[in-house]
Nanobody, 125 residues
Framework: QVQMVESGGGSVQAGGSLRLSCAAS????????MGWFRQAPGKEREGVAR????????YYAEAVKGRFTISQDNAKSMVYLQMNSLKPEDTGMYYC??????????????????WGQGTQVTVSS
């Protein structure tokens, strides 16, 4: 059974940094895509970043390009999201998600069948 567990959320002031971690289990091989999504109160869920575990290719939402970095540690089955220069609009619940196959075009969370429970990120001004 595929499972993901997120950690690393918290409260920071604008301009600060956080690193989110996602521990994945239940996968075999490397042809799968891991993504980070977020949802703020009253807003729709949005994609933040994705990484293909086999190819290492990465994709970012325009709102976070240059500030966030997604990375992986295959030996530990971990995916990370380093978030720098945080803004109040980055506040929300952050979720790790996974799907088999490509990350290309997979910006909609509906194509990810596996999700973690989420970790809260709060950025104050």
């Amino acid at each position: 059974q595929v499972q993901m567990v997120e950690s690393g959320g918290g409260s920071v002031q604008a301009g600060g940094s956080l690193r989110l971690s996602c521990a994945a289990s239940g996968y075999t091989g490397s042809n799968y895509c891991m993504g980070w999504f977020r949802q703020a109160p009253g807003k729709e869920r949005e994609g933040v970043a994705r990484i293909h575990i086999g190819y290492g290719s990465t994709y970012y939402a325009e709102a976070v390009k240059g500030r966030f970095t997604i990375s992986q540690d295959n030996a530990k089955s971990m995916v990370y999201l380093q978030m720098n220069s945080l803004k109040p609009e980055d506040t929300g619940m952050y979720y790790c998600a996974a799907r088999w196959g490509t990350c290309y075009g997979a910006y909609n969370g509906n194509v990810f069948p596996y999700w973690g429970q989420g970790t809260q990120v709060t950025v104050s001004s």
